[in-house]
């Protein structure tokens, strides 16, 4: 393997690194080499291990085993504050902003310029807050507090925190999730700028033309383990793609052919203000629809309203005919409608209850009699779904943290299957599960069009809804830009729309 | 309130920094509600007696919120951080009999007071140290302490009782005199009360306060020492009980096992109607001694204008869930209002 | 400590918690906090002068109810998340509206369903601004503690009432034949069956605990979280105007001040009964062993006499331990985990392709 700058040590490396949480192993002996003045991506799919990887270099986790070394030394990072004091900055998915605080605070929480005796220098905090606006060309106001703005604008905030401290090595996870193209474009260049002047670059994003457009090496991570690290020159997308997925994509997304009938789910001009408008759109027995768009497109938001787990201003819902009253989770079940949620940990499963308390959660009607509950009715059933979906546990009496991401995601399709519904929402059903159970979480999505369900699969994986969905609708900014039909949705087509680019928004 | 804050920001031109001045506003219009509240419940009072605003009113006014304004500047401290202690009570009353009895043993009155703020420290610290470190509820955890130091407190006083009389003239002439109609002990309140605002607002320590009640994940990836902090503020509000207490004895002169008792709700009260959220990351000290102020006006304005004190504790009460309903209410509307203008902005910009 | 403070946390703190908060691994918090009960028994028996006598035992069982009875739907609401802290001033001011009332002439009949219905009126109070406004329990009711005991001293201001009838009285203080049962002990414990029935094993139980486990999870399960909340501060409001009445009875006095700090007695025995005061962890069978102890406890304390003030000493530290043991315990736990997984040699990685 040849380095980019054999005769200097990595700015920042990794050896032989593993970490594990409980029964997943999330980095299995990792290995990655960040140089100055280099962009390196980082590949790997949905729970390949990046997160942890990057947590680590961060300072929030410690490996259990390898070593963190920086200029060649190795060192030991206690916490967050350590990393940043060594000069990685962090651009986590997920932005950490204090809403309560104003955004130019937010930027220098922690190590804000000071005067005399010590003071917080207000002023200059502002100042330098203004001048990494302008620098970054976004329209934020320093005194504005962090409460209120959009996920863009405080990914933007987040850059911005980066930014400040003039960081020799720079971790972005995922920061362009939620940018138009004029934005992205706009973060490249200032990333291209500090590369120039020496920074070391690690980029995370699920679009690839982003990593061939950026960066010079790529790593590729799968099932916490190192595939591959190697320059990016001569390297195709699908060679990427075949690294990531580590089989073929046949048996990835094993889509079977449904016989469409009737509309199941009927939604019309659906608006929450402020947050969506104006949505319409059904989807019929049998037919796998996918919901593309960026992050904060407002995807879920119309999926959590359909449900009733938030409330509606306007419109109607309607399932097989009749109408949904809004914000009534109890009454959409008994419509026959699930939503499997998209953050499982938090939405979608009771961490701290048991396997089979957690897929009884749904089904107290069949588990108990006149009102008190049975406990051979509940053993039965939650080992029944347990067994069908073939989560792999060991007491039913365990704690569903016990599990690996897989197998959550498994017991909480287990919970919306054993309701029998007719109508299934999925929003990202296969977030940070490993390649094999996403396989599995396919055919069986698959399998339940074909008996009929009519399936709404929310998903920032492309390639999974380009695979999987019969039809494809597309959200810009709170409102459908794009029907597409199989035939029609193409990678280039699905982002045209979900950038506002498309013609179809109007 | 509500409604004359929404209208005024509709009447304004959508400028960039609109919002900003939104929240300004509201905090601003919170803090000076209070004290438009407190000014118009004195004038009325004094309209209907007299003899109300006297320069011996104002001073009894000014005296009888001391104690409370410097125990509620502490626990805004903590409140703040999105924890909260309800020992204060009990610190306040340890602090007083420790400070009366080594005077009345024949010591130095400063010695005194110092002796009360470490004493005062040392149980803060250890309330720190429990909720930093054992992670474990703020409520529970200074509901024990507050059992335990008020148990600690009665077994060492017994029926024991610092009077007046076994008290330097000085230290009590200390509680009770003052620069005209400014008692000292105001004076005192007023620069620590100073002291902490500047703290708060102008150093880092005061500013990651903030940071870690607003969030306390983010605050830890950003790097806040945040176990030293939560240890800071329940120190200095310890210590700030540990005063209170030695005021209480130079005002009161007299302490007994009882001191104290129940004052952790009245102190709560306070600080949340002045405005400092339990939900962590808002509010200011200086509304939180307004708040205080207001309390023991209430006090003493109910029997001035004829009113039984049995009212009192009612309309504490009152005070307080209207204080928090208000404040949720302006809240979400705050947030609907900048989720309404992010979007807004955003469509506009990517127009 | 300076040990602690050197390293990070191990997992984010916001992460997940690991499940149990057992006692070395088998033994559960709650079985702990029932056999020390009945050590303590035992030993009381054994070794305190006049502790064993028939008379002792119902003191004992008679102080403690109040408690118990309060612990009942304080269990429930802990476990969902929420706690109340104004039970103490609902049983006075149910108290003190009794004894109004009963000064006004009116029959005892019409007063005690009277009463309760206050009380349902004081958990709607507080139910309603969780609920509705979205407040956090705890600075709703300590507003509410100190309204209620407020319009309590308004309602009654400090006179004392009680002149109830006689065969009431005897039912707040008497026994059963000549037994160690108070009279009140039966319905109690009919009260504290059916409480464990609800709580352990009907949907409205399940939910309580998925809801105090996770809120949002529960919601996206379908479950109506504000409606079950409100009915248990609506439960907790009842109980607790019952206990005023009771508390009039078996004292012979409604005073406004009755049942003053009874919140604390209440909330001590739940968490110390291992019930988890973030929620969703817990069982009635520990909260109410927790209260009996605490019981326990002071009267045995005062037999050998211990004075009251010590008393509140051993009853803070023991709830400082039983919020502290489970969670230094788990720590313990984790860290002995991440040693292990550290030892462990790091599994085969799948072949590059």
Known sequence: MTQAAPETPPVLALEGVSKSFGAVHALRGVSLRLHAGEAHALAGENGAGKSTLIKTLAGVHRPDTGVVLLDGEPVEFHGPADARDAGVAVIYQEPTLFPDLSVAENIFVGRQPRRSFGRVDHRAVRQAAADLFRRLGVALEPDQPARGLSIADQQLVEIAKALSFDARVLVMDEPTAALTGSEVARLFGVVRALREQGAAVLFISHRLDEVFALCQRVTTLRDGALIASEPVDGLTEDDLVRRMVGRDLDELYPKQDAKIGGVALSVRRLTREGVFTDVSFDVRHGEIVGLAGLVGAGRSEVARAVFGVDRWDGGEVEVDGRPLPPGAPSLAMAAGLALVPEDRRAEGLVMDMSIERNINLTGFASTSRAGVMRRGAERSRAVDWAVRLQVKYARLADAVSTLSGGNQQKVVLAKWLATDPGVLIVDEPTRGIDVGTKAEVHRLLSQLAADGVAVLMISSDLPEVLAMADRVLVMHEGRLAADLTRAEATEESVMAAATGRGRSAA | ?351 | ?353
């Open chain 2, 1 to 351: 309130m509500t409604v004359t804050t929404d209208q005024e920001h509709r009447a304004r031109p959508a400028g960039g920094s609109g919002s900003r001045k939104l929240l300004d506003t509201v905090l601003k219009v919170r803090e000076l509600a209070i004290g438009a509240v407190l000014v118009v419940m004195l004038l009325a009072t004094q309209l209907d007696n007299s003899d109300f605003l006297s320069q011996q009113g104002i001073k009894d006014l000014l005296l009888n919120a001391t104690i409370l304004v410097l125990v509620a500047v502490g626990q805004a401290m903590v409140v703040i951080t999105r924890n909260v202690d309800l020992s204060v009570g009990s610190t306040l009353g340890i602090s007083a009999f420790a400070a009366g009895d080594y005077l009345s043993g024949g010591g130095n009155p400063l010695v005194a007071v110092v002796l009360a703020v470490l004493l005062g420290a040392a149980l803060g610290a250890v309330n720190g140290l429990l909720v930093s470190l054992g992670r474990v509820p703020a409520l529970v955890v200074t509901l024990g302490t507050l059992y335990i130091i008020r148990g600690l407190d009665s077994v060492w006083v017994g029926s024991r009782q610092i009077t007046a009389s076994q008290l330097p003239s000085g230290f009590a002439g200390f509680g009770h005199d003052g620069l005209s109609v400014i008692p000292y002990l105001a004076l005192l309140t007023a620069a620590v009360l100073v002291c902490v605002a500047y703290y708060l607002r102008a150093y880092r320590g005061g500013r990651d306060l903030y940071a870690l009640g607003s969030n306390p994940e983010a605050a830890r990836l950003a790097g806040v020492p945040v176990r030293r902090r939560i240890l800071t503020a329940y120190v200095v509000c310890g210590a700030l009980a540990g005063l209170a207490g030695a005021l209480y004895l130079a005002r009161f002169g007299n302490v007994d096992s009882g001191t104290g008792t129940g004052y952790e709700l009245t102190v709560v009260s306070a600080v949340v109607v002045g405005g400092v959220a339990f939900t962590g990351g808002s509010g200011t000290v200086y509304g939180a001694a307004l708040g205080a102020l207001l309390l023991t006006s209430i006090n003493s304005v109910l029997p001035s204008i004829g009113v039984s004190s049995v009212w009192v504790q009612a309309i504490d009460g009152f005070l307080l869930l209207l204080a928090i309903a208000v404040d949720r209410v302006v809240a979400l509307r705050v947030a609907d209002l900048l989720r309404k203008r992010a979007a807004e902005t955003r469509s506009a910009r990517h127009a």
């Open chain 3, 1 to 353: 400590m300076p040990d602690t403070t050197v390293k990070p946390p191990a997992a984010p703190a916001t992460g997940s918690r690991r499940p149990g908060p057992r006692l070395s691994g088998a033994i559960r918090w709650d079985t702990a906090v029932g056999t020390l009960l009945v050590v303590l028994l035992i030993c009381s028996f054994s070794f305190v002068d006049n502790f064993g006598n028939a008379l002792n035992i119902s003191f004992l069982i008679g102080n403690a109810l109040p408690v118990a009875l309060i612990a009942l739907p304080m269990t429930a609401l802990v476990v969902a998340g929420e706690i109340d802290l104004s039970v103490g001033s609902t049983a006075g001011l149910s108290g003190a509206v009794m004894g109004a009332l009963w000064n006004d002439g009116l029959a005892i009949q019409v007063i005690i369903p009277l009463c309760v219905l206050l009380g349902v009126v004081c958990g709607l109070i507080n139910g309603l601004l969780v609920t509705r406004l979205g407040l956090p329990s705890l600075a709703v009711t300590i507003g509410t503690m100190a309204a209620f005991r407020g319009v309590a001293q308004i309602v009654l201001g400090s006179n004392s009432v009680t002149d109830f009838p006689q065969q009431y009285l005897d039912f707040g203080s008497g026994r059963i034949g000549g037994t160690f049962i108070p009279d009140a002990a039966v319905p109690w414990a009919v009260l504290a069956l059916v409480a464990v029935l609800v709580l352990h094993a009907t949907p409205v139980g399940r939910s309580l605990f998925a809801v105090g486990a996770s809120q949002q999870a529960a919601r996206f399960a379908g479950i109506r979280v504000k409606r079950l909340k409100l009915s248990m501060f609506v439960a907790t409001g009842t109980v607790s105007a019952l206990t005023g009445v009771f508390w009039a009875l078996h004292y012979a006095s409604a005073r406004y001040d009755n049942a003053t700090g009874l919140e604390l007695s209440v909330i001590a025995g739940v968490l110390l009964g291992g019930v988890d005061f973030d929620g969703g962890k817990g069982t009635l069978g520990g909260a109410i062993a927790g209260v009996f102890l605490l019981g326990a406890l002071q009267n045995v304390m005062s037999l050998v006499n211990v004075s009251a003030q010590s008393q509140i000493v051993v009853t803070g530290a023991l709830l400082v331990i039983s919020v502290l043991a489970p969670r230094v315990g788990r720590q313990v736990a984790q860290a002995r985990a991440r040693r292990n997984a550290a030892e462990d040699p790091p599994p085969a990685a799948p072949p590059p392709s």
